[in-house]
């Protein structure tokens, strides 16, 4: 871990005591939320101001959430994470929270620069070293998606902006904020604890394009039960750098390595069919070439959450199916899952049809962002046991 060094020379800020503050050379930078993002000057120094837009800037429950951001985040003393400097008053833009400039991209702009993957994997080490030090200070950062990683311009390292203390009903998330977002935190069915950011971290990778070589890392991460996530910052680092990179595939396009397995098979086969002649041949004939390469995404996938028997569901849900095979297995283990889960959304939300549906939604959503290796047969599935099981329990509200 790598700690900031705090100025000494400036009173301590509070969240219930910001101070009156002047600044020069105001630069708004376009973003998204509700919140606008000031670059200026304090004297020679540049500095940040996160202020509330115009049309959230008087409203209560948006100054509080500034107020509480800079509360939680004032305490945070490391390399990896924007430095807080103080929550002050500035005229023309209210509250604001002042934060250290960064100079440099974001992790969106970064990407765009064709990186290899061994550097890809250092970022993501630095962004876990960063929240691991955020979790130990009892530290969720809820908001974490490219563009809240920043990258500085010199030596590429890394820095955490923009911590959430919002509930997703309290603002309107982009699809850029739900896309990395854990299904908890969605359907807002659980507070968000640590394995949130293990989840989006999980898919910040599949965006940095680590599927193949890191497979089995991001799976867990992005599990949709959180229980089956990795449970600290710590157990993710062991695999990733152990067992994550033990893989020996080499990180090239999927293609590349398939075209290249079927010419030394070729080159291998003719020397032997040169070799020992007809006899050969008429035995490789046998042989179902096309099963030697089949995907491993053709496999039924393993499934990442633990059930109940489904004899201790409601009784609703004791739909007469045999069990799936093949490719399908893994519906097997996630039914009674999803029925559960429904159940819950349905005893919660009864008495308000369109609360009931926006939770069905944002339920679904999750389901499909967290599974979404399923092919399209797989997805077929899902959404049929899915769309059958909502109808019933709609029904039975009638």
Known sequence: MSE???????????ADAPVKASYTEYTVIPSQGYCMIVKCRKGD?????????????????????????FKQCQRLNHSGIVRYQGLVEVDGYGLCIEEECIEGRTLQAYLREQHTDDEKIAIINQIADALRYAHNQGVTHRNLKPSNVLVTGQGDRVKLIDFSVLALDEVKPTADTTRFMAPELKDETMAADATADIYSLGTIMKVMGLTLAYSEVIKRCCAFKRSDRYGSIDEFLADLNHEGSSFTMPKIGKGTVMAGVIVVAVLVLGVL???????????VGKIDVASLFKSDAEKAPEDTVSMKPAAQLDSAAAVEEAPATGKLA??????????????????????????????????????IQANDTLDREQRAEVDRVFGDYVKQKKAALK
């Not at 609360?355 to 959503?365: D, F, H, Q, W």
């Open 4 to 14: 900031n060094k705090l100025s000494t020379n400036e009173p301590a800020q509070t």
């Open 45 to 69: 120094q540049p500095v940040v101001l996160k202020a509330l837009k115009e049309e959230y800037r008087n409203r209560t429950l948006f100054r509080n959430a500034l107020k509480r951001e």
């Open 273 to 283: 069919i040169y070799s020992y002649g007809g006899t050969l041949a008429e035995q």
């Open 330 to 367: 893994f519906m097997n283990t996630m039914k009674p899952a999803l029925y559960k889960d429904l159940d819950r959304i349905f005893e919660k939300n009864a008495s308000d049809r369109t609360k009931l549906s926006k939770a069905i939604k944002a339920y679904y959503r999750g389901l």
